[in-house]
């Protein structure tokens, strides 16, 4: 199994430009999220799906649309990218709902907004 | 809402025994977790607690208080490639479904 893959690795934006972060799992699950981590701030979420057709909005979730048309693949959509939006994304997926089960982290991509 | 605090850094020596601590405030309590994060790498799980008491796995334990909002991680026996951040989570219901909330990290350097 591959896990949690997620493209591209890193990119870099200039404000207004629009974008998709891939993200990827192999492994069923029903749950997927994104998360960005920002210095001193911890993980906060963007969105998140309990399943194929089911999204909502996590803490963050102005400037970032997502759609989960099959179980495997979440992907995030930057509308109109702002400096505010440079930051590591990254996407996570569970078994089943939280609490029961812990979350498998993609690699993450970090993203440059200029 | 839900708060969490973690000191933001600690300084540990090679074969020692350090505790990390995690205090919470969350409504309506489903557990803790325990994340190891690597510099430039993936959030990855450590522990889960949802009853008062310490679980061990290996070098790792994890405490949970839940009557005073508190949980530590404790290392043994620690390594030099136990220098990362450790990151205590909460998961909460939020319109229906579970979400996590996670702390701002707890960045551990293990000197020799």
């Known amino acids: 199994n591959a896990g949690v893959t997620q493209t591209p690795k890193f990119q870099v934006l200039k404000t207004g430009q629009s974008m998709t972060l891939q993200c990827a799992q192999d492994m069923n699950h029903e749950y997927m999220s994104w998360y960005r981590q920002d210095p001193g701030m911890g993980l906060r979420l963007i969105h998140y799906s309990v399943g194929a057709g089911i999204t909502d909005q996590g803490e963050v979730p102005n400037g970032y649309n997502v759609s989960r048309s099959t179980t495997e693949d979440f992907p995030l959509r930057l509308l109109s990218a702002a400096p505010s939006q440079t930051s590591v994304y990254f996407c996570?997926?569970?078994?089943?709902?939280?609490?029961?089960?812990?979350?498998?982290f993609g690699p993450g991509t970090r993203l440059t907004v200029t | 809402g839900q708060n969490i605090d973690q000191p933001t850094e600690m300084t540990a020596t090679e074969g020692a025994i350090v505790q990390i601590n995690c205090t919470y405030q969350?409504?309506?309590?489903?557990?803790l977790f325990w994340y190891q994060q690597h510099a430039g790498e993936a959030p990855t799980f450590l522990s889960y607690n949802v009853l008062d008491g310490l679980e061990e796995k290996g070098r790792f334990s994890s405490f949970l208080s839940r009557s005073k909002g508190y949980s530590y991680l404790l290392l043994k026996e620690l390594q030099m490639k136990d220098s990362a951040s450790y990151l205590c989570?909460?998961?909460?219901?939020?319109?229906?479904?579970?979400?996590?909330?996670f702390g701002t990290g707890t960045k551990l350097q293990v000197i020799p």
């Open positions: 989570a909460v998961p909460h219901d939020s319109g229906g479904y579970q979400k996590v909330t």
């Open positions: 996570a997926s569970s078994y089943g709902q939280i609490p029961s089960y812990e979350q498998y």
């Open positions: 969350t409504s309506g309590f489903n557990g």
